[in-house]
């Protein structure tokens, strides 16, 4: 079956430019998740959404980072007035809940996005 | 402060052999372990996970191991072959259940 897709695949952005980010999860998954994922770094939390609900923002760096899941299935992440240091590979992920509990957490490919 | 730690960045292993990657955490919440494998421009994809009510979980040629008392889990690839060759991230997650939190990878080369 089809796994998660993240589009654009790269975006190039000047510092200021707004982006955004789409991820289309697993059909019927409950969970999506955002991750940054900075060079030679592991994946950081930014986001959750429990069908089209935004359960936890917490790893939202600041208030230019903006997520939205309106109809609980594509998800957009909203960057806005980029910075240099918005510069990563964001990552999306889906899962499905099992007696109440994420477990695996099935990736895209991820959008790399550079901001110069 | 980094919770989940994997203090080796590369690991070089011959064909057939076995490899061991290695894990430490700090968080005593964490109750469910995940590795993932990355390729290259590509997202990671879950390999084998491990719940703390367990200390070894198996799947072909891969096993975990985890030692809760010393918050380490490994996993060990026997026999290692060049396709294994990717980038290994170690994962957690809390009673919560939702976010996983990384460490920051081994590269691991199988050279044939």
């Known amino acids: 079956g089809a796994g998660v897709s993240q589009s654009p695949r790269y975006k190039v952005a000047k510092r200021g430019q707004d982006v955004a980010l789409r991820c289309d999860p697993i059909?019927?998954?409950?969970?999506l998740f955002w991750y940054q994922q900075a060079l030679g770094q592991g994946p950081e939390f930014l986001t959750y959404?429990?069908?089209?609900?935004?359960?936890?923002k917490s790893g939202l760096p600041s208030d230019r980072f903006f997520a939205e899941r309106p109809e609980g299935s594509v998800s957009t992440l909203k960057i806005q007035r980029t910075q240099q240091e918005d510069s990563a590979v964001y990552l999306c992920?889906?899962?499905?809940?099992?007696?109440?509990?994420?477990?695996?957490?099935?990736f895209g490919p991820g959008t790399r996005l550079t901001v110069t | 402060d980094q919770q989940v730690k994997q203090n080796s960045p590369s690991l070089s292993v011959q064909e057939g052999r076995i490899s061991i990657l290695n894990c430490d955490y700090t968080?005593?919440?964490?109750?469910?372990f995940l590795w993932y494998k990355k390729y290259p421009a590509e997202g990671p994809t879950f390999l084998i996970s491990?719940?703390?009510?367990?200390d070894k979980n198996e799947d072909g040629r891969f096993t975990v191991f985890l030692n809760k008392s010393a918050k380490h889990l490994s996993l060990h690839i026997v026999p290692s072959q060049p396709g294994d060759s990717a980038v290994y991230f170690c994962a957690a997650s809390d009673g919560a259940g939702n976010m996983l939190t990384f460490g920051g990878g081994t590269r691991l080369m199988v050279k044939p």
């Open positions: 968080n005593s919440m964490f109750d469910y």
């Open positions: 959404f429990q069908n089209e609900a935004q359960l936890d």
């Open positions: 059909s019927g998954h409950v969970s």
């Open positions: 491990i719940s703390s009510i367990k």
């Open positions: 992920a889906s899962s499905t809940k099992t007696s109440g509990r994420d477990h695996e957490q099935y």
